[in-house]
T-cell receptor, first 112, second 118 residues
Framework: QKEVEQNSGPLSVPEGAIASLNCTYS??????FFWYRQYSGKSPELIMF????GDKEDGRFTAQLNKASQYVSLLIRDSQPSDSATYLC????????????FGTGTRLLVSP | GAVVSQHPSWVICKSGTSVKIECRSL??????MFWYRQFPKQSLMLMAT?????????EQGVEKDKFLINHASLTLSTLTVTSAHPEDSSFYIC??????????????FGDGTRLSIL
């Protein structure tokens, strides 16, 4: 079992719709979770991080965390074509260096 | 916001050449920087954790003599790919975390270096 799993997609949504991206993780002791966006040929950029159960909202983005189910999701409201990218879920390990373990990413396509 | 600069952004060189990549935190200090490698259509794989003033910690399967890491200051880490071969062609990305401030600080990524070995 992979440490961090994501559906590779592509996930296709029309402009203005809500995009829902999901991620599961295997280490029940994980405490912090991150969503990064990566455009083709570019490096990842941080969108949000969350470490408490429940929802965390930032503009059009909402991160949801359910530690009991080992599940974290990212909702993108009013999706725009510029949101088309690969979204990487990352989980912080509990080692001293606080490494991140990344999922393989979900490719999102927002059509005009 | 925290800015991480990575240089060069693109390298093409012959097999057997050694290539050095620099990673700088521009507006913050970072005791720890991370080096990742990403092959096409795959996720980021951590290669090593770079610690200021001490030896880097390499992930399993990563040759430390092949990928030399130096972290001489709180704002600069370098990765040298020694005697590079075509299979080393990849997208190399560094990240750094701001050590100042309260609470957990997320990693910020450089723009990456695309390495192509002919």
């Amino acid at each position: 079992q992979k440490e961090v799993e994501q559906n590779s997609g592509p996930l296709s949504v029309p402009e203005g719709a809500i995009a829902s991206l999901n991620c599961t993780y295997s280490d029940r002791g994980s405490q912090s979770f991150f969503w990064y966006r990566q455009y083709s040929g570019k490096s990842p950029e941080l969108i949000m991080f969350i470490y408490s159960n429940g929802d965390k909202e930032d503009g059009r983005f909402t991160a949801q965390l359910n530690k009991a189910s080992q599940y974290v999701s990212l909702l993108i409201r009013d999706s725009q074509p510029s949101d088309s990218a690969t979204y990487l879920c990352a989980v912080k390990t509990n080692t001293g260096f606080q490494k991140l373990v990344f999922g393989t990413g979900t490719r999102l396509l927002v059509s005009p | 916001g925290a800015v991480v600069s990575q240089h060069p952004s693109w390298v093409i060189c012959k097999s057997g050449t050694s290539v050095k990549i620099e990673c700088r935190s521009l507006d913050f200090q970072a005791t720890t920087m991370f080096w990742y490698r990403q092959f096409p259509k795959q996720s980021l794989m951590l290669m090593a954790t770079s610690n200021e003033g001490s030896k880097a910690t390499y992930e399993q399967g990563v040759e430390k003599d092949k990928f030399l890491i130096n972290h001489a200051s709180l704002t600069l880490s370098t990765l040298t790919v020694t005697s590079a071969h075509p299979e080393d062609s990849s997208f190399y990305i560094c990240s750094a975390r701001d050590i100042s401030g309260q609470g957990f600080q997320p990693q910020h990524f450089g723009d990456g270096t695309r390495l192509s070995i002919l």
